[in-house]
């Protein structure tokens, strides 16, 4: 039983999960029923002498690099201030955070010295996006609450857009104020939750792997599932009739799916032609096999999906109006069924698994943007680290440790060099002097360039459509730019 959800959000320095970082973090914890069990609260967080902040982030915060710089706290006493909000037996839930947030969060902790994922499953843990969770309801329960629109009559989904028109951003901070975004976002979730519990409750049990995999498998000779997901586009209703007959691997999250929109045997015909021409990148083939109708679902990824039997006739009503055709779509599950229980089944497995192979990453230069590409922590590995974010900081300067995993001895100068510099040796002062004038001068990665904030700024400078406190923020950023320390 899981007894707390921790809503949270991050304003950032950019959009870069990797080379950017928070510079504002905001939380609520709120009981199981979406109760708070206090006001939202914010923290600001400085960035290290390595990072420059985005002025187009800065547009859309509105936090002035030398607020944050001033007032913030430092990363590593971020990940401390996470370690202690992320306690055992809770869920980690945010708004679009599975894309955005929790991946600033696996960073954060790798930077520090942390499992970046243990914060995820550990001790009862798990993560919630209700940002899914909103498009169903969209699609399944519309009537929960009022939808934005573009001027295209086209739904909106963003919070800054549903919370205004649903009055939940009432009392509150402008929105992209972190305490703000989780507040909005926590009564977002009660307000649906309210709307219907059944419903709601059939949403959050999806962060389990376990009860998706139950649900699949017990539909392997069934009527197939809907999945809900954006990646389906408002064309096609942010819905797939999907049948799911087989996973990838035994020890693979990943289960096969074919959109019962395409025809089996037109997709069989392209999957063969696609093998065929196997110089093809990963990438490309799991595009082009995304145009014949095969995807995967990953069952650790919160997919949001439903009995397709269960469907409300108005529910098939309003998804008809984007071209589902519920009798052609059984017709070609019941050619599938047929399939499964043919030599042709043994082939199809082949070909999907060869279609939707994983290509290997090779490991970058600079260690900050390996966390994807670097495995999993040893056994060995997670003892070494345990003790370190609770070590004196000089005394961390005197201990030589030796990782199965070849990444940390550098992550860990790094920590030193980014939260207690005044630990570092001299030696170990103009190597990080080094490598912080490789980051900031371009080499090898532009992403964290002196260059790219002065071209974003130049474009954001000769934008027509300013108003005049943003061109008041960007002139702040530049003076604040323009005084410091020469790389």
């Known amino acids: 039983m899981r007894v707390q959800i921790l809503w949270y959000d991050y304003e950032t320095s950019g959009r870069d999960i990797a080379a950017d970082r928070p510079v504002q973090v905001g939380w609520q914890v709120t009981d199981p029923g979406m109760e708070p069990h206090d006001d939202s609260q914010s923290l600001l967080v400085r960035l290290p002498d390595d990072v420059l902040p985005s002025p187009g982030a800065m547009l859309v915060h ?6 944050h710089q001033h007032d913030g706290i430092s990363e590593a006493e971020l990940a401390n201030h996470l370690d202690e909000l992320m306690e055992p037996k809770t869920v980690v839930a945010g708004y679009n955070s599975r894309a955005f947030d929790d991946r600033f969060t696996q960073h954060i902790f790798y930077r520090s010295l942390r499992d970046p994922y243990a914060w995820q499953y ?9 940002y899914p969770v909103v498009l169903s309801y969209f699609v399944l329960a519309p009537q929960a609450i009022r939808w934005p629109e573009d001027q295209d009559g086209r739904p909106r989904f963003k919070l800054d857009r549903i919370g205004p ?3 939940l951003d009432r009392d509150l901070r402008r929105a ?4 703000a975004d989780v507040a909005v976002t926590a009564r977002l979730a009660r307000q649906l939750a309210h709307y219907d519990a059944d419903f709601f409750s059939s949403c959050l049990k999806q962060i389990d792997k376990h009860f998706v995999t139950d649900q699949i498998r017990a539909d392997g000779r069934g009527e197939g599932l809907l999945e809900v997901t954006p990646y389906a586009g408002w064309e096609q209703g942010f819905t797939r009739d999907l049948w799911i007959p087989f996973r990838l691997s035994e020890r693979s999250n990943d289960y096969v799916a074919f959109d019962l929109r395409n025809e089996p045997e037109t997709v069989m015909n392209g999957l063969i032609a696609l093998v065929e021409s196997m110089e093809r990148s990963a990438v490309d083939l799991k595009r082009q096999a995304g145009e014949l109708g095969l995807y995967t679902v990953r069952i650790n990824s919160q997919p949001m999906l439903f009995r397709r039997a269960a469907l409300e006739t108005e529910v098939k009503a ?13 017709r070609h599950l019941d050619v ?6 043919s030599p042709a089944f043994k082939q199809l497995y082949q070909l999907a698994l060869a279609v939707l ?3 290997p990453q090779s490991m970058p230069d600079d260690v900050d943007f390996a966390l994807y590409t670097g495995g999993f922590l040893s056994a060995a590995d997670k003892d070494l680290l345990a003790g370190l974010p609770l070590m ?3 005394a961390l300067g005197q201990i030589d440790p030796v990782f199965d995993d070849p990444r940390y001895g550098e992550l860990l100068f790094r920590y030193r060099a980014r939260n207690f510099s005044h630990s570092l040796s001299q030696a170990e002062w103009r190597r990080w002097q080094k490598t912080r004038r490789e980051k900031l001068t371009g080499v090898g990665s532009l992403k964290t360039s002196v260059k790219r904030i002065e071209n974003e700024l130049l474009e954001l400078s000769q934008r027509g459509d300013l108003e005049p406190h943003q061109t008041e923020l960007l002139q702040r950023f530049t003076v604040w730019l323009d005084h410091q320390p020469p790389v």
Do not use: K, M, T, Y
């Open 165 to 167: 028109l649903n009055q």
């Open 122 to 130: 550990a001790d009862g843990r798990a993560r919630f996006d209700l």
């Open 336 to 341: 599938w069924h047929h399939i499964q229980d």
């Open 62 to 67: 509105q936090i002035l690099p030398e607020v």
């Open 176 to 179: 992209h104020d972190a305490s």
């Open 318 to 330: 309003r998804l008809q109006a984007f071209g589902r055709d519920e009798i052609i779509q059984n």
């Open 357 to 359: 192979r994983e290509e």
């Open 392 to 394: 004196n900081p000089d």
